[in-house]
């Protein structure tokens, strides 16, 4: 995933080794890797992405389920949160290519946004198959860390294990206490480049956490300032005051994928979302002091618990 990972485990059953763990924990990433990986070639999504348009392509649960849960995201969001939007985020220069001399013209946004779209991914369940009925190209970057977290976290239930913080990434799970015996305390960052400060201390447990902001991915072109994440509605890069947003949810899968979404949709937009679906939803806006915090319904226990 290009990332790195963090586990805490508290109270470990007899007869568990750490090595044994290490080694399952690493096969299990390795196996989310190889479904839903764009950086190696053979992967199943990069396998699916090179597959005929109108091809119906039988996949593996896994991936499936994650597709599934982007496509739910995708509709709640009303296009905010898009697995395609590769070829727009690659013309803007955030992908593997380097940043461009010049802003992309209207001519070749235009017609990125004419194949750009999950409204192209048709797919069933059971037996698990997705169809392209246009070029796109899907690229989970935006939820597959959740996913791996969720999978990490499954993997140390089944081993008997029920105190534990996973975090890939920045994206994490808790479950139960911490080695102090009390809920795990997160810190959600000041969004700034170093990412050292924390603004506000939250307990969680038995939930995912993720987080996204555009306040370390951007360069300036003319003395405008184009950060990497790309609203596929229009285009183009983010424009709204919005810095950061994290979301607690029960999986963080639907964590990662909401932040996401909601990063794109702005506050307004974002906060109304997550107020009309009860979501637990941290916000950080920018204003000419600072940062202006606003928090859905659902999160304001998790500050009470602090207080």
């Known amino acids: 995933m290009g990332t790195s990972y963090h586990i805490t485990v508290v109270d470990v059953p007899q007869g568990?080794?750490?090595?044994?763990?290490?080694?399952?924990?690493?096969?299990?990433?390795?196996?989310?890797?190889?479904?839903?990986?764009?950086?190696?070639?053979?992967?199943?999504?990069?396998?699916?992405?090179?597959?005929?348009?109108?091809?119906?392509?039988?996949?593996?649960?896994?991936?499936?389920?994650?597709?599934?849960?982007s496509l739910d995201i995708y509709r709640r969001s009303n296009g905010a949160f898009e697995v395609t939007v590769g070829p727009l985020v690659n013309l803007w220069g955030f992908g593997p290519k380097p940043e461009p001399e010049w802003i992309p013209s209207e001519v070749d946004i235009a017609r990125l946004q004419q194949i750009v779209g999950s409204d192209a991914l048709k797919m069933t369940?059971?037996?698990?198959?997705?169809?392209?009925?246009?070029?796109?190209?899907?690229?989970?970057?935006?939820?597959?860390k959740g996913?791996?977290?969720?999978?990490?976290?499954?993997?140390?239930?089944?081993?008997?294990?029920?105190?534990?913080?996973?975090?890939?990434?920045?994206?994490?799970?808790?479950?139960?206490?911490?080695?102090?015996?009390?809920?795990?305390?997160?810190?959600?960052?000041?969004?700034?480049?170093?990412?050292?400060?924390?603004?506000r201390p939250i307990d969680v447990s038995g939930k995912g956490v993720a987080t996204s902001g555009d306040y370390r991915n951007y360069y300036e072109r003319g003395g405008v300032r184009y950060a990497h994440s790309i609203d596929p509605r229009t285009g183009r890069p983010l424009k709204h005051r919005l810095a950061s947003v994290t979301v607690v949810a029960d999986t963080c899968t639907e964590a990662d994928g909401l932040a996401t979404a909601l990063n794109v949709l702005g506050a307004q937009a974002g906060m109304a979302l997550a107020e009309r679906e009860n979501l637990a939803v941290f916000m950080l806006v920018k204003t000419d002091r600072g940062f202006e915090e606003r928090y859905s319904t659902a999160f304001a226990p998790y500050l009470e618990r602090i207080e």
């Open 16 to 69: 568990i080794e750490r090595s044994k763990l290490q080694t399952l924990i690493d096969s299990e990433l390795h196996q989310v890797n190889q479904a839903m990986s764009t950086y190696i070639d053979n992967s199943e999504l990069m396998r699916f992405n090179r597959s005929p348009v109108g091809k119906v392509i039988p996949v593996s649960t896994p991936l499936a389920e994650v597709v599934e849960m």
């Open 147 to 199: 996913h791996g977290v969720d999978r990490v976290a499954q993997l140390l239930e089944q081993q008997g294990i029920r105190n534990y913080l996973v975090e890939i990434g920045g994206e994490l799970r808790t479950l139960g206490v911490n080695p102090k015996g009390r809920l795990w305390r997160i810190g959600i960052e000041v969004p700034d480049s170093i990412g050292q400060t924390v603004q």
């Open 125 to 144: 369940r059971e037996p698990d198959t997705i169809t392209r009925e246009r070029p796109v190209e899907i690229d989970l970057s935006a939820i597959a």
